[in-house]
């Protein structure tokens, strides 16, 4: 019922920047929750950020005043600006969803890599 497309992803030197996007289509609920998750190899599955469809934002301790996540209601996008990358950022990141409706519905993204390296 929700699809996501992710993109944004490639690799880059400590210290640079990248955005990735998100964007959702299908039976959206009015009441959601969006975010970005990573897994780096031998790692378990992270929360990165989230947002809610009020408004509210959630970061990761590693992650906090670096990255910055938001939305474009108009477009159904979600957004993560990713400032001043180190290596230890280097991962699969993926794009979820949690639909709120009659019964709650989680969606996944189909991951993108990201890699910060020298």
């Known amino acids: 019922q929700v699809q996501l497309v992710e993109s944004g992803g490639g690799l880059v030197q400590p210290g640079g920047s990248l955005r990735l996007s998100c964007a959702a289509s299908g039976s959206i609920a009015s009441i959601y929750v969006m975010g970005w998750y990573r897994q780096a190899p031998g790692k378990q599955r992270e929360l990165v950020a989230t947002?809610?469809?009020?408004?509210?934002?959630n970061y990761a301790p590693s992650v906090k005043g670096r990255f910055t996540i938001s939305r474009d209601n108009a477009k159904n996008t979600v957004y993560l600006q990713m400032n001043s990358l180190k290596p230890e950022d280097t991962a699969v990141y993926y794009c979820?969803?949690?639909?709120?409706?009659?019964?709650?519905?989680?969606?996944w993204g189909q991951g993108t890599q990201v890699t910060i390296s020298s």
């Open positions: 979820y969803f949690q639909n709120f409706l009659m019964t709650t519905r989680d969606y």
């Open positions: 947002i809610i469809s009020g408004g509210t934002t």
